[in-house]
Nanobody
């Protein structure tokens, strides 16, 4: 299963941006999709995660960011509103689920490449 993240860019404080994550492959199902970020000099942190029923957010983004999934398209999105300079980071998507490898059900936990979000005036 491969993940492709996109949508990063430069935005002014208070602006909005939407990140997308596309999962591709064969014979897989996704249990959890999530967005994580890593700012310069800091550890990677969870931003938002979503199962089919439950979403979780970091306290720092609650009320500003929204994670959503389109299971039919194997996509996840992160709508980011009221962006702040401290949101500047490389954002990564992550998917955990199940796939079939050589006829055997296998769990996977994969990361996409990062997409840079810069919030600056």
């Amino acid at each position: 299963v491969q993940l492709q993240a996109s949508g990063g860019g430069l935005v002014q404080p208070g602006g909005s941006l939407t990140l997308s994550c596309a999962a591709s492959g064969s014979a897989f199902s996704i249990d959890v999709m999530g967005w994580y970020r890593q700012a310069p000099g800091k550890q990677r942190e969870a931003v938002a995660t979503a199962t089919n029923d439950i979403t979780n957010y970091a306290d720092s983004v609650k009320g500003r960011f929204t994670i959503s999934r389109d299971n039919a398209k194997n996509m996840a999105y992160l709508q980011m509103n009221n962006l702040k300079p401290e949101d500047t980071a490389v954002y990564y998507c992550r998917a955990r689920g199940r796939t079939v490898v050589r006829g055997t059900d296998t769990l996977f936990d994969h990361w996409g490449q990062g997409t840079l979000v810069t919030v600056s005036s």
